[in-house]
């Protein structure tokens, strides 16, 4: 039995919604004009639902089951999609771990039944299991050492946005790295993969979105004929929200080496999650600040090369964050402009044409990023776990082109509040360049030193 849900909720888009018997939530977009089709598997599970002893095992998990099926070996895993041409893939979040089969139309029932022999038949080859260790250790290019990772406990770090991410959720998970620790990957076994997979992959705990050319009903029928008989075991409890942090403003320091004598900027504030409404003016506020202050301390004053503005956002909790690199002698100028850049949108001093700007630039590059089924298919997963069964997908159109211009000003003065607002600096006590300099300056020293010997002793003679 299924459920079929009103078109009334599938702004911005034709989208059918349908639930299984089994638990399994379908989402099928169709593109008739289009001559492929995009599945995506997304499993809650991520770093977020993991701790310091098992950091990573998502991660893992997700490579283990790329290893073999109870149909295929990992060569047929690849040979299965890839020889008809398509593509596939596999990643993990801090709270998702996604698969995706791309296909030609025709070859729809190759993916579906790919998605359902890879995600929910794996085997754990137990040969496997340390070879893929070592991959993803080359992934996260390599171990850190015990040096390294005894510098970074003594703050002496290296990852920025993961102390930012400490300080702004105090107490929480969302400060894993999602490849996991050095400790960690070494000391998970078979055993531990098992384990996570049985807890989370788990057919209640999953949504199947399909975009491309595909009837709905069609892709129903064989949605339930693939999954349809998959056992359901419940769903994993959600992370607490973490609480929002009392005092500040938050000053992140970390001194681990980099390669240049550059340094690491960020500055921002905790916000919101996915969900909330303000999300959408946060979004128009990053693409304001991204242009505004390219244009400033990138092409203007020549300060960096480029910027990042965003705002990272988890199903209940968020940050927004200005970042870039420069020169520590920069840093200064850099750190005015982007207070004045702040100050000037608090005091609602920007002008809704400008907004209608940035919100056009928005909305053309959402509209041509939904001209791919992989990336339109992709943009709908981030609401299927998180939305209701009653819940419409927000209009992107609307809710970003409905965003006046005082909005912007009300949510700088809303979250850039001290308590909430911090700023993050990677300051290398040890660089390349230094490194060069100390070592060219002693090897003068010593050269002058012999030199002196040398002379000295010829005068003796």
Same mark, same amino acid.
């Given at each position: 039995m299924s459920t079929d849900l009103p078109t009334a909720l599938d702004s911005p888009f034709p989208l059918q919604r349908y639930t299984l018997a089994n638990g399994l939530r379908v989402w099928v977009q169709p593109r008739p004009d289009?001559?492929? *089709?995009?599945?995506? *598997? /997304?499993?809650?599970? #991520?770093?977020? %639902? =993991?701790?310091?002893?098992?950091?990573?095992?998502?991660?893992? /998990?997700?490579?283990?089951?790329?290893?073999? @099926?109870?149909?295929?070996?990992?060569? =047929?895993i690849d040979e299965v999609i890839t020889q008809r041409g398509g593509n596939f893939n596999g990643w993990t979040g801090a709270e998702t771990t996604t698969y995706f089969a791309q296909v030609l139309a025709c070859d729809f029932d190759i993916a579906l039944d790919w998605l359902a022999e890879v995600v929910f038949r794996p085997t754990f080859p137990a040969d496997k299991v340390?070879?893929?260790?070592? !991959?993803?250790?080359?992934?996260?290019?390599?171990? %850190?050492?015990?040096? !390294?990772?005894?510098?970074?406990?003594?703050?002496?770090g290296y990852d920025l946005d993961r102390d930012v991410r400490r300080a702004l959720f105090p107490g929480?998970?969302?400060?894993?790295?999602?490849?996991?620790?050095?400790?960690?990957?070494?000391?998970? =076994?078979?055993?531990?993969?098992?384990?996570?997979? %049985?807890?989370h992959y788990t057919i209640d705990n999953a949504v199947l979105v399909i975009a491309g050319n595909v009837e709905p009903q069609a892709a129903l029928d064989r949605a339930t004929a693939y999954? #349809?008989?998959?056992?359901?075991?419940?769903?994993?409890? /959600?992370?607490?929200?973490?609480?929002?942090?009392?005092? #500040?403003?938050?000053? &992140? !320091? &970390?001194? #681990?080496p980099l390669i240049t004598d550059q340094a690491g900027v960020m500055i921002g504030a905790r916000t919101v999650g996915r969900l909330h409404p303000d999300r959408w003016p946060l979004l128009v506020l990053a693409e304001l600040l991204s242009q505004d202050l390219t244009k400033e301390i990138r092409y203007r004053q020549g300060l960096v090369y480029g910027l990042d503005v965003y705002n990272d956002q988890?199903?209940?909790?968020?940050?927004?964050?200005?970042?870039? @690199?420069?020169?520590?002698n920069k840093?200064?100028?850099?750190?005015?402009?982007?207070?004045?850049?702040?100050?000037?949108?608090?005091?609602?001093?920007?002008?809704?044409?400008? *907004?209608?700007? &940035?919100?056009?630039?928005?909305?053309?590059n959402w509209a041509l990023s939904m001209e791919d089924n992989v990336s339109r298919a992709d943009w709908l997963t981030q609401w299927a776990l998180a939305l209701a069964d009653d819940q419409p997908v927000?209009? %992107?159109?609307? !809710? /970003?082109?409905? &965003?006046?211009?005082?909005?912007?000003a009300r949510v700088v003065e809303t979250y850039f509040k001290p308590q909430w607002r911090y700023l993050g600096l990677h300051q290398p006590i040890l660089t390349v360049a230094r490194g060069a300099r100390a070592t060219g300056v002693a090897a003068g020293l010593g050269l002058s030193m012999w030199l002196a010997r040398t002379w000295l002793r010829g005068r003796k003679r």
């Open positions: 289009s001559e492929s *089709v995009a599945a995506f *598997v /997304v499993i809650r599970a #991520g770093s977020r %639902y =993991e701790n310091r002893a098992n950091n990573g095992v998502s991660h893992f /998990v997700e490579h283990m089951l790329f290893t073999g @099926t109870e149909r295929w070996s990992e060569d =047929e340390d070879k893929e260790r070592e !991959v993803i250790f080359e992934e996260r290019f390599g171990r %850190y050492g015990r040096l !390294v990772n005894a510098l970074d406990a003594l703050g002496f929480s998970t969302i400060s894993l790295r999602i490849a996991g620790e050095d400790d960690s990957l070494e000391h998970l =076994e078979r055993a531990d993969l098992l384990e996570h997979y %049985y807890a999954f #349809g008989n998959l056992e359901r075991r419940g769903r994993v409890p /959600v992370p607490a929200t973490p609480p929002y942090p009392k005092h #500040g403003p938050h000053k &992140v !320091v &970390v001194r #681990g988890y199903a209940d909790a968020g940050y927004f964050v200005i970042g870039t @690199t420069s020169a520590s840093r200064a100028a850099i750190l005015a402009e982007i207070e004045k850049h702040l100050l000037a949108v608090r005091r609602n001093e920007i002008k809704s044409e400008r *907004v209608a700007e &940035v919100q056009a630039g928005l909305l053309g927000p209009d %992107y159109r609307n !809710v /970003v082109g409905a &965003v006046p211009a005082a909005d912007l």
